[in-house]
C-alpha cells in the first residue's frame, strides 16, 4: 500500500513540474507591443516605428482586426514564427515580417497613426 501511494505521488508531481515547464514556455513567447495596424495582401500588419520592425497579427475568439485599421494600437498576444512572406509587406517595411502575434487583447491608444 505505501509503494503504491508513493508511486502516485511521485507520479504527480512529474505531471506537476511538466505543467510549470510548459506555463513558463508559453508565457516567454507572451508579448505587448504598441504600433499601427495596417493591411497588406489581406494580412493584418502591426508596424512598430522605434524601430522600424513589422509583425503579422492573427485574431482569436471575437477580435475583428478591421475596426483597428489606420490605429496606433497596444496588442498583447503569443508570438511565433511567421509563416507569411507578403511581398507587400517587404516592399513597404523592407523586410517581410519575421514573426505573427496572435492577438488575445488589442486595445486604441491614438484613432490616427502619425506616421505611415
Do not use: W
Not at 24 to 31: P, S, T, W
Not at 33 to 51: A, E, M, N
Not at 57 to 64: E, F, H, M, S, V
Amino acid at each position: 500500500m505505501k509503494v503504491l501511494f508513493i508511486a502516485l505521488l511521485l507520479s504527480a508531481s512529474l505531471v506537476a513540474a511538466q505543467d510549470s515547464k510548459s506555463a513558463a514556455a508559453a508565457a516567454k513567447d507572451q508579448i505587448t507591443i504598441q504600433g499601427c495596424v495596417s493591411r497588406s495582401s489581406g494580412d493584418y500588419i502591426l508596424t512598430k516605428q522605434d524601430p522600424g520592425i513589422s509583425y503579422e497579427l492573427q485574431a482569436t475568439g471575437k477580435i475583428r482586426l478591421g475596426k483597428f485599421l489606420g490605429q496606433r494600437v497596444e496588442v498583447s498576444g503569443q508570438q511565433s514564427p511567421s509563416l507569411s512572406s507578403s511581398s507587400d509587406a517587404m516592399n513597404r517595411t523592407g523586410s517581410a515580417s519575421s514573426i505573427t502575434i496572435t492577438v488575445h487583447s488589442i486595445k486604441t491608444i491614438d484613432k490616427e497613426c502619425t506616421v505611415r
